[in-house]
């Protein structure tokens, strides 16, 4: 501990929620009802799956340092250059990775409370210091979510970084295109904003835009994707970034040259191309999640309004109690007092037969 850099001493590590393996294994038969992690219930599309089965023929290989299939697909699908894309062993790693390179001692990153754990994770580990934007208010029209102007207000002359997510994890709030647009064209050039999309090809709201279009015109802007949510690839880790090629020139340079696996690079490929399989998901996740948003408002729960596959939903003291009362049942949601929400749950949307199940021992637990 002590021989570690001041940044990480004392940083706890990402909290991914129960131990799912030793859950998994007392449930065999039972079915655990897995709502904690933000998956997708619906799989990855079959044609991924069999490019997976094609690529383990040359595993004995190392996989292209570059990428290059999977990024000259990615930028014909976003209509944007090779140039502007760095692969990720997942997004997390390239969250992390941005702080390193951008952020250290003596700088500051900027984040808003209630967003994504790793962001302060990031700035910490780099040994910069992490200044907390405060949220909107939990009974604004997107409660605990992004408040730019209290983001932009926090940004000061040491600040080298900020992170936002659109639609932020864990409050499933969004902000709009306009909005955006108006921060960003108030934030000083030299400090890179970071927009993490993970969850954006779940959004139907119609006052949401990609950042995407704006990297052209904003050499400091980074958006970042992963193939874990709405792909269904999240057991291969593959995210990648959108940012100005010399920002991403930057990033190459001390990114681990094989850093995604052959079959990752040959499953996200594959997976692009199914835009069908990803429709039915995105179809699939936005009528569960309307119906189960439903259920639990008639329960009398407050849940907050969510683009994601994910809604936070207010327990009160009780919270705690369900939760583990639900675990005993085989049904895993997240707990939030990692974020300061105690009070809460985070319930990720599964299919209808999962989300009738939870249903079904939420009343039980809370009769
Ligand atoms: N960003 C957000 C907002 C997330 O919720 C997650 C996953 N929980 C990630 C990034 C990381 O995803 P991955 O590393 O699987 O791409």
Redesign the pocket.
């Known amino acids: 501990e002590t021989l570690a850099r001041p940044g990480v001493r004392g940083l706890r590590a990402y909290d991914p929620g129960h131990d799912l393996v030793a859950l998994r294994r007392r449930y065999v038969e039972a079915q655990l009802v897995e709502l904690g992690s ?1 998956e997708n219930p619906y799989g990855a599309s079959p044609q991924a799956k069999q490019a997976i089965v094609d690529a383990l023929a040359g595993i004995h290989i190392y996989p292209d340092p570059l990428g290059g299939d999977l990024k000259r697909a990615l930028a014909k699908h976003h209509g944007i250059d090779s140039a502007n894309l760095l692969l990720g062993n ?3 790693e390239l ?1 992390m990775q941005f702080a390193q390179v951008f952020a250290g001692p003596g700088e500051d990153v900027v984040a808003s409370k209630f967003g ?1 754990a ?1 962001y302060a994770l990031a700035a910490q580990a780099a040994g910069a210091e992490l200044r907390l934007a405060p949220a909107l208010s939990r009974d604004a029209a997107m409660p605990r979510g992004h408040d730019l102007a209290a983001v932009l207000e926090a940004i000061g002359p040491r600040t080298k970084l900020v992170y936002l ?1 659109n639609p932020n ?1 864990p409050t499933g709030t969004w902000f709009g295109a306009e909005l955006f647009a108006d921060f960003l064209a108030r934030v000083p050039e030299h400090v890179i904003v970071v927009v ?1 999309e ?1 969850y954006a090809e779940f959004v139907d709201a119609v006052d949401f835009a990609s950042a995407l279009p704006l990297v052209a015109r904003h050499p400091n802007l980074v958006v970042t994707r ?1 193939f ?1 949510k709405a792909y269904a690839l ?1 057991g291969l ?1 593959v ?1 990648y970034a959108v940012a100005h090629p010399q920002l991403i020139a930057v990033m190459e340079r001390v990114r681990e040259s094989f850093n995604v696996n052959a079959l990752g690079l040959a499953a996200a490929e594959a997976a692009l191309a199914d835009a069908e399989h990803l429709q039915a998901s995105v179809a699939g996740n936005a009528a569960q999640r309307a119906a189960l948003a439903q259920a639990l408002l008639a329960r009398g729960l407050k849940v907050s309004p969510s683009q994601t596959n994910f809604l936070l939903v207010e327990f009160g003291d009780d919270a705690g109690r369900i939760e583990s009362r639900l675990v005993s049942r085989g049904v895993v949601l997240r707990p939030m007092g990692g974020y300061g929400l105690g009070e809460c749950l985070r319930i990720t949307v599964g299919t209808e037969a999962e989300n009738r199940r939870l249903l079904e021992a939420l009343d039980e637990v809370r009769a």
């Open positions: 933000n997942g997004s997390h969250l994504f790793v997510a994890n993490d993970a992963t874990s999240a880790r995210g």
